[in-house]
T-cell receptor, first 115, second 112 residues
Framework: EAGVAQSPRYKIIEKRQSVAFWCNPI?????LYWYQQILGQGPKLLIQ????????DSQLPKDRFSAERLKGVDSTLKIQPAKLEDSAVYLC?????????????FGPGTRLTVL | AQSVTQLGSHVSVSEGALVLLRCNYS??????LFWYVQYPNQGLQLLLK??????LVKGINGFEAEFKKSETSFHLTKPSAHMSDAAEYFC??????????FGTGTSLTVIP
């Protein structure tokens, strides 16, 4: 079974530029999550999708961050414009909650450096 | 609000010694609890999860954790540390609204 795929793995941009990350979850997983992990901290949930609907985006900085999950499969997370404090690893995870509480499977992450 | 507290951001143990990583949660109802491991430059991998079944949960790589409601704790243990256990460990809680909250992590160093 293929895991959660993310691209790119690394990205370096200057502040005020735009950047987009892509995630392809495990086939059949209805729930998709985007997390931000700042160095030395635990992952912080940015947004959670159930199929193509948003379940929780309470911690997403909506003035600069946006995410979509068209057709309920893969997803993109965009930052526009980027700030220095956005430097972090962006993790995507997916889960299948059809039969109760299921495990989140994480991708390798995208490491963003904002200069 | 749900939260998890991991006591000790860095833990060092000798190879073969007991590993104990602490996690306390705050919740008005028993939540679902998880331990994840993160190796350098890799994504998070599930070690084990508690979903209101047995209070002693066994996971991969010889790890286990015990849910203690009276102490609101979910500490992770392994009887004998191996060099390959060196990694970052995260405790996480999932509430009834399917929202996840992660602790700040504990970095485990294994001394040969």
């Amino acid at each position: 079974e293929a895991g959660v795929a993310q691209s790119p793995r690394y990205k370096i941009i200057e502040k005020r530029q735009s950047v987009a990350f892509w995630c392809n979850p495990i086939s059949g997983h209805a729930t998709l999550y985007w997390y931000q992990q700042i160095l030395g901290q635990g992952p912080k949930l940015l947004i959670q999708f159930q199929n193509n609907g948003v379940v929780d985006d309470s911690q997403l900085p909506k003035d600069r961050f946006s995410a979509e999950r068209l057709k309920g499969v893969d997803s993109t997370l965009k930052i526009q414009p980027a700030k220095l404090e956005d430097s972090a690893v962006y993790l995507c995870a997916s889960s299948d909650d059809s039969y109760g509480v299921d495990t989140q499977y994480f991708g390798p992450g995208t490491r963003l450096t904002v200069l | 609000a749900q939260s998890v507290t991991q006591l000790g951001s860095h833990v060092s143990v000798s190879e073969g010694a007991l590993v104990l990583l602490r996690c306390n949660y705050s919740s008005s109802v028993p939540p679902y609890l998880f331990w994840y491991v993160q190796y350098p430059n890799q994504g998070l991998q599930l070690l084990l999860k508690y979903t209101s079944a047995a209070t002693l949960v066994k996971g991969i790589n010889g790890f286990e954790a015990e849910f203690k409601k009276s102490e609101t704790s979910f500490h992770l243990t392994k009887p004998s540390a191996h060099m390959s256990d060196a990694a970052e460990y995260f405790c996480a809680v999932r509430n009834t609204g399917n929202q996840f909250y992660f602790g700040t992590g504990t970095s485990l160093t294994v001394i040969p």
